[in-house]
């Protein structure tokens, strides 16, 4: 059972992620990347509360949160590396 909190964490990590894309800030990617991670995690343990029936959505949600946060965060760690 997801405590209903997670669908507002879901929404604040996806669009910190889009606004450090806007900008092209590359801590805010991190952040959102290790965001993305960590709750990828949290809801293939956990689940969804809307999925409930379907576990299928809702471990394909976190894989594919989770590559997401994972090539944000590889990408940006790239990035900041050059900048030095």
Known sequence: MAVPVIYLIIFFAYAL????????????????????????IYTFQHGLDIFNQLELISVGFSAITFGLGAYVCLRGGLEMYKDI
């Open 17 to 40: 992620l889009f606004f450090g894309f806007l900008i092209r800030d590359f801590t805010i990617t991190l952040l959102s990347g290790i965001m993305l991670m960590v709750l990828s």
